[in-house]
């Protein structure tokens, strides 16, 4: 049995993933996956930080190798979860995953004992103002990412918790008394 917690976040995009786990990461001690991707970096994304920016021939080497703890294909390009990097870090302490329903869903079959966590918006109107907010999307990609919306939290009930990021520090909390809690390990 790993030492760690194997903690997947899920949820709509803007609905406050990453501040959540910035919060998480100012307070405790876990380490933060880096997806790998076929797609072409961002303005503003950092390799390895971000995610791993991979060929195409690259990340299909990877596939053969098992490389992947899952991966799947949106619009065309490939994303996966690291096999080794998380493995190494569970045996060290808690891992955080911040990825798609499906993703998430796949390393549930993979680890039973990971818990899965959707994060929710207290309702669709303060799901928008965000993503409007963050002001780092278009109104035709806001709107792409409010139809898939429906679909992650439709698959709500295959999740192990769900939280409403209303109050942060009280949704912070909650993901944290998960990982004190701990059990689900590997
Ligand atoms: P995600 O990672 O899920 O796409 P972000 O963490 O980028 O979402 O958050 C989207 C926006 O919502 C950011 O501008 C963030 O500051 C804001 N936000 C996050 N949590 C809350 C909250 N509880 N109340 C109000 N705004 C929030
Ligand atoms: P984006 O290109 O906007 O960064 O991400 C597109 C989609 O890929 C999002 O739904 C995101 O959650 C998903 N994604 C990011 N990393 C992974 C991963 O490691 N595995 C899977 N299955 N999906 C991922």
């Known amino acids: 049995m790993s030492k760690g917690t194997l903690l997947v976040i899920s949820?709509?995009?803007?609905?406050?993933?990453?501040t959540i786990v910035g919060e998480i990461l100012k307070s405790r001690k876990a380490a933060l996956s880096v997806s790998c991707t076929t797609r072409a970096p961002r303005e503003g994304e950092t390799d390895g930080k971000s995610y791993f920016f991979l060929t195409?021939?690259?990340f299909e080497e990877l596939i053969e190798n098992?490389?992947?703890?899952?991966?799947s294909k949106h619009f065309?390009?490939?994303?996966?979860?690291?096999?080794?990097?998380?493995?190494?870090?569970?045996?060290?302490?808690?891992?955080?995953?911040?990825?798609?329903?499906d993703g998430a869903?796949?390393?549930?079959r993979a680890y039973p004992g990971a818990v899965l966590v959707m994060i929710a918006p207290p309702d669709r109107q303060s799901l928008v103002?965000?993503?409007r907010g963050r002001g780092t999307e278009d109104e035709e990609?806001?709107?792409r990412r409010l139809e898939r919306a429906d679909y992650e939290l439709s698959k709500s009930p295959l999740y192990d918790k769900v939280i409403i990021n209303d109050d942060?520090?009280?949704a912070v909390g909650e993901v944290i008394a998960i990982l004190e809690k701990g059990d689900n390990k590997q």
């Open 11 to 18: 949820g709509p995009s803007g609905v406050g993933k990453g």
């Open 56 to 58: 195409k021939e690259k």
């Open 66 to 71: 098992n490389g992947f703890l899952e991966y």
């Open 76 to 101: 065309d390009n490939y994303y996966g979860t690291p096999r080794k990097f998380v493995e190494d870090k569970l045996e060290e302490g808690d891992v955080i995953l911040e990825i798609d329903v």
């Open 105 to 108: 869903l796949n390393v549930k």
């Open 129 to 131: 103002a965000r993503l």
């Open 141 to 143: 990609v806001i709107s």
């Open 168 to 170: 942060l520090g009280k």
